[in-house]
Structure formats: structure tokens, C-alpha cells
């Protein structure tokens, strides 16, 4: 996000808001951010850094860990998807 903020800056633009680090929202947690494009829509950027499991049981994807720096698997996304239903 950074990185993102310093490009934004180079063009001219920058975040009407941003966290700055971790803020969570209810299960979830991550960095917000909010810039405008040229025609005035607000845009949200998100850069999640915790992912609900299973709720109930406390289970929890860190993913600011070091270990989690690059992207997750596909069969990782995939089972997300289970706990919707």
C-alpha cells in the first residue's frame, strides 16, 4: 500500500484517507485506504491482513506474518469459499 501511495503522489493524486496500519472491522482486519479518480468516484483500496476461518472456533489467516508475503494458494481460496456455507 506504500508503494501504491507513492505512485498515487508522483501522479498527482493522494488518499483522502488512509488507516495507516491495521483496522479492524468486526472479524476481518486490514489497511483502508480511499482515493478519487479524475471523475470525482471515490475508490477503495483494501490490504487485508486477517481472514475469518471458522468464526466460532477462533481460527483466523494472519497474513501479516512472513510466511503469508507472497499470494495464497488456489486451493486455500478455494476452501474459503466453504465457510459461506
Avoid at 495507516?20 to 491482513?49: K, N, Q
Avoid at 503469508?68 to 478455494?78: E, T, V, Y
Amino acid at each position: 500500500m506504500n508503494q501504491l501511495k507513492a505512485q498515487a503522489a508522483l501522479h498527482g493524486y493522494s488518499f483522502s484517507f488512509d488507516s495507516e496500519d491495521s483496522y479492524e472491522m468486526e472479524s476481518a482486519a486490514g489497511r483502508f485506504c480511499y482515493i478519487e479518480d479524475p471523475d470525482g468516484t471515490l475508490l477503495e483500496l483494501v490490504e487485508t491482513h486477517k481472514i475469518p476461518i471458522i468464526k466460532t472456533l477462533g481460527w483466523y489467516i494472519n497474513l501479516k506474518k512472513e510466511k503469508f508475503r507472497n499470494p495464497l494458494p488456489k486451493w486455500m481460496i478455494a476452501l474459503l469459499g466453504l465457510s459461506k456455507i
